[in-house]
């Protein structure tokens, strides 16, 4: 069965160009693009992996994350930060707060896939 | 605060002008001819009461003698000492002879005035610098900017690399991804071009005042006061930043609204009536005291109207309108005196306060202060009051009468050492 990615991303240009290249590649992609109720979402519906843009309306990534390391049913779920800055200090606070791994913007579409690969187990 | 280098040659000049003997100047001050040829070489200081004595012989205030331009020289000297102390980081090894300042300056007028000068610009490029970093660092338009940049190039760079890889996309997703890519390459224009906009720098940055707010006050001095409420007066202000232009619209818009609630010839004739009183205004044309002071600044000093200074600030005692008066200043970065009335009406909204203070000095310079603060006319239940507090001030000459309340120049020039509001040293001690 298919790996599940969800994809929380609110640039519409964005979700369609990494949909393609995931589905492409095998993933069953599913989108999301509301900060505030993203953590509702992870929660109803687990996937295996998530990408997690930093700047969401509502909401923001580092705080998404934070709940999720929170909570004992998803505090052991890969995610995947892009990050449209890549400055150190954006770079700590995502380590701190518990991300697997993260990418910035503009990033290339096999970038993308390596890490997706690399950080769900076989 | 000694100034006898100064005085002494100052009256000296002065005598000289008048044609004046030495021991003829000496008789009608009540002091000995050898004595005030001491003081003449700047070889004693001198009293206030001595100085008053010779001012009247003299024929001029005594401000004049002690208060010059010089004074604030001085003080430019002094806190250019401090900063660089400061800066270095070892008082003891870089701290110039800050005792010797008055002598420095009578006897290197033009040296002084290039340092003075130096630590002018000094400050300026610090506060420059701050204020760019800040910007960079906080300015939510700018990371609006960068995000919209970053965000169209990602898609693109994602979408495009799509369709050009060895991969077969169908034709409907081509068709679309091509969209995709104009709307974003679009989007990726107009944020470039904001940004570049944004990042532009100004060609006369050395000349610029530091903030927005300073600009309006220097612009409203050479404007002129008086007839800043005029419409015509919209056209003019395109001279200033694009920052400063809606800031001075909205003052000029306050203007106007005063000068229609309180309207000329009337108001020049009740506040004479009225002796500048804004207590007495504010009952006669039903308006709130703190308006009825920002419209006796409006007021230009003729006709027996007194020269006035204003200040308004914020509830974080921040100025946002400051119109200058002789000896009367306040720091626009940086910390002012807490005595001043200024601050404090902010504890007490709604409670005018009327305050005779003085500056420091042999010769006091001392001023009537009419201050209140208000809150919000418009308040809401959502958030908390925002609140504004103004001060009309009158400089105040001839002979002292009651007991002003001492204010400083802030703690850093301000030799009043037993001090209960004093939160750092002075340089002067």
């Given amino acids: ?122 | 605060m000694p100034q006898r280098q100064l005085t002494g040659a100052r009256i000296r000049a002065r005598r000289m002008d008048k044609a004046m003997r030495q021991a003829d100047l000496a008789h009608a001050a009540g002091i000995s001819p050898s004595y005030l040829n001491l003081i003449e070489h700047n070889r004693r200081r001198i009293a206030g009461r001595v100085l008053q004595a010779i001012a009247r012989a003299l024929d001029v205030d005594p401000s004049v003698l002690a208060d010059g331009a010089e004074a604030g020289l001085l003080q430019q000297l002094r806190l250019a000492a401090s900063e660089a102390a400061h800066a270095t980081g070892d008082p003891a090894a870089t701290m110039a002879e800050v005792d010797l300042t008055e002598d420095f300056a009578g006897r290197f007028p033009g040296w002084a005035a290039l340092v003075a000068a130096q630590a002018q610009r000094l400050a300026r490029l610090h506060g420059e610098v701050a204020a760019l970093t800040d910007r960079l660092a906080h300015d939510p338009r700018l990371a609006t900017s960068l995000h919209e940049v970053l965000s169209a190039a990602t898609s693109i760079r994602s979408t495009s690399s799509i369709l050009v890889g060895t991969e077969v996309v169908d034709r409907d997703w081509q068709a679309r991804f091509h969209a995709n890519i104009y709307q974003d390459s679009q989007r990726l224009a107009e944020a470039s071009r904001l940004l570049v906009g944004f990042l532009e720098a100004p060609g006369d940055a050395g000349q610029r005042p530091l903030s927005p707010a300073e600009e309006v006050d220097a612009w409203l001095v050479r404007h002129g006061w008086q007839g800043a409420a005029g419409a015509d007066t919209v056209a003019e202000i395109a001279t200033l930043s694009p920052l400063a232009r809606p800031m001075a619209q909205a003052w000029i818009a306050r203007f106007a609204a005063l000068a229609v609630a309180m309207p000329d010839p009337d108001f020049a004739t009740s506040a004479l009536a009225a002796g500048h009183d804004p207590a007495v205004l504010a009952a006669r044309y039903g308006r709130p005291m703190t308006d009825v002071m920002i419209r006796l600044a409006m007021v230009p000093e003729t006709d027996g109207h007194p020269a006035t200074g204003i200040a308004v600030c914020d509830g974080a005692g921040v100025l946002t309108l400051f119109k200058p008066v002789a000896g009367f200043a306040l720091p626009r970065v940086g910390a002012a005196c807490p005595y001043w009335p200024l601050y404090q009406v902010l504890s007490m909204p709604g409670q005018p306060l009327r305050r005779a203070v003085a500056l420091p000095g042999s010769m006091p310079q001392r001023f009537a202060c009419y201050a209140m603060a208000d809150r919000n006319p418009a308040p809401r239940f959502d958030r908390p009051p925002t609140i504004e507090a103004v001060m009309l001030v009158v400089p105040q000459s001839g002979p002292m009468t009651g007991d002003p309340e001492p204010v400083g120049p802030g703690c850093r020039v301000c030799p009043r050492d037993a001090c209960d509001a004093r939160r750092e040293p002075s340089v002067l001690t």
């Fill in chain 1, 1 to 122: 069965m298919a790996k599940r990615v969800l994809l929380i991303e609110d640039e519409p240009n964005i979700i369609e160009a990494i949909s393609f290249i995931l589905t492409r590649d095998g993933w069953t992609v599913h989108t999301h693009s509301d900060g505030e109720t993203a953590n509702d979402r992870i929660t109803a519906m687990p996937p295996d992996i998530i990408i997690l843009d930093v700047m969401l309306p509502g909401k923001s990534g580092y705080d998404i994350l934070r709940d999720l390391r929170a909570d004992p049913r998803t505090i052991h779920l890969p995610v995947l930060m892009l990050t449209a800055r890549g400055q150190t200090r954006d770079r700590e606070l995502a380590e701190k707060l518990g991300v697997t791994r993260f990418m910035t913007k503009p990033f290339s579409n096999a970038e993308v896939l390596e890490n997706l690969r690399d950080m769900t187990p076989p």
